[in-house]
């Protein structure tokens, strides 16, 4: 079963603009990640964000989690054409093995130069 | 090797038959977590490991799929009797950690006809 769900399941803007994507889940967390995957083959790891944490930055990426409403978004800034990809939340959680991530359905970006 | 990596890249099987899937690690790397992605869909957690031991099968659809870590580093899934519904990108990932950040392979294509 998948946890997360993004929004918007789509995205299309033009170079330079920024995208922000939104993920929504329904359990406690121990963290969130943010990963990237190009044609359907491997993830990239962009970001994690601990329970604690608020807000996290790593280069042209900003990400916030706010845990009383159990959601999470990341901000691409200025995009870029080679940016077009899936973007996935994924939640990593208490209890069990605290190992495995649950993945949302996904964001596919386009960013048309 | 520098990342995961996971052989073969895409295997064509009849319904049926018996496969295999390879995942290695990287070196050093004590977790490794099999995951499985349908089109359109976000990966799907099967079974982590910590060493050579399943710390969670939680996410093995059913007993026709078996996964083993013999020496605690190279893993093998396997799966008997495939059906078509088996069809997807099998995802391995390890971390250094259990929780810490996940490294993803490019995964195996699989294809029952």
């Known amino acids: 079963s998948q946890q997360g769900e993004e929004d918007p399941q789509a995205l299309s803007i033009q170079e330079g603009e920024n995208a922000t994507m939104n993920c929504s889940y329904k359990?406690?967390?121990?963290?969130l990640q943010w990963y990237r995957q190009n044609s359907g083959r491997g993830l990239v790891h962009l970001i994690l964000?601990?329970?604690?944490?608020r807000e996290k930055h790593s280069g042209r990426l900003r990400v916030t989690l706010d845990t009383s409403k159990k959601s999470s978004s990341l901000l691409i800034t200025a995009s870029r054409a080679a940016d077009t990809a899936s973007y996935f939340c994924?939640?990593?959680?208490?209890?069990?093995?605290?190992?495995?991530?649950?993945f949302g359905k996904g964001t596919k970006l386009s960013v048309k130069p | 090797g520098a990342g995961v990596s996971q052989t073969p890249s895409n295997k064509v099987t009849e319904k049926g038959k018996y496969v295999e899937l390879r995942c290695d690690p990287i070196?050093?790397?004590?977790?490794l977590y099999w995951y499985r992605q349908s089109l359109g869909q976000g990966p799907e957690f099967l079974i982590y490991?910590?060493?050579?031991?399943?710390?969670?099968d939680s996410g093995l659809p059913n007993d026709r799929f078996f996964a083993v870590r013999p020496e605690g580093s190279v893993s093998t899934l396997k799966i008997q009797r495939t059906e078509r519904g088996d069809s997807a990108v099998y995802l391995c990932?390890?971390?250094?950690?259990?929780?810490?950040?996940?490294?993803f392979g490019p995964g195996t294509r699989l294809t029952v006809l």
């Open positions: 490991f910590q060493g050579t031991g399943a710390a969670d």
């Open positions: 070196s050093g790397h004590t977790a």
């Open positions: 359990t406690s967390i121990n963290n």
């Open positions: 964000i601990r329970s604690n944490e």
């Open positions: 990932a390890s971390s250094q950690l259990a929780g810490s950040e996940q490294f």
């Open positions: 994924a939640t990593g959680t208490y209890g069990g093995s605290q190992g495995n991530l649950i």
